[in-house]
């Protein structure tokens, strides 16, 4: 099995809600929501670079496709990370997110490691980081 993702299913609570943050606040590029014909079907996709999707699908519809019975939300389960080239960038990327109407958790400052960074949630509670690292290339790779 090779190690690669395709896609990417955020569990959401309001859909209309989520692609609103996501397309309206964010600014990317989704054809909206398909699927509605079908019960549990309705779902929002977003191409992300690299020829990843994200999903936006109601956290009900997961758990019923699924057959997992839906549990809390937690934001500590995971964490996404939206990597940029600059610090500049990082604090550009987080007030694009506040103004959407993420929740700042955590101000972009200079990290431990060498970078900076800082966390978002969405409106669904899921935790996003953003942050430079002069160590990762634009690739995606480490520089070594």
């Known amino acids: 099995m090779k190690a690669r993702i395709t896609l990417i299913t955020l569990g959401v609570d309001d859909l209309d809600r989520a692609l609103r943050f996501y397309r309206d606040g964010l600014g990317w590029a ?4 398909v699927g509605q ?4 079907g309705a779902v929002a996709f977003i191409d992300l ?3 990843l999707r994200l999903a936006l699908w109601p956290r009900a519809s997961i758990a019923h496709d699924s057959g997992v019975p839906r549990g809390p939300a ?3 389960e995971m964490m996404l990370a939206h990597n ?3 610090p500049a960038e990082v604090d550009a990327a987080m007030a694009t997110a506040a103004a959407a109407g993420a929740r700042i958790v955590k ?3 200079t990290a431990f490691w060498g970078g900076y960074t ?3 949630q969405d409106p669904d509670g899921h935790l996003w980081e953003v942050a430079f690292n002069p160590q990762w290339t634009e690739a995606g790779g480490w520089q070594s």
Not at 30 to 33: A, D, E, L
Not at 37 to 40: A, D, L, R, V, Y
């Open 30 to 33: 989704t054809p909206g929501i």
């Open 84 to 86: 940029v080239e600059s």
């Open 74 to 76: 937690s934001a500590t």
């Open 49 to 51: 670079d690299g020829g």
């Open 107 to 109: 101000p972009a400052h």
């Open 37 to 40: 014909e079908f019960e549990h």
């Open 118 to 120: 800082g966390c978002f």
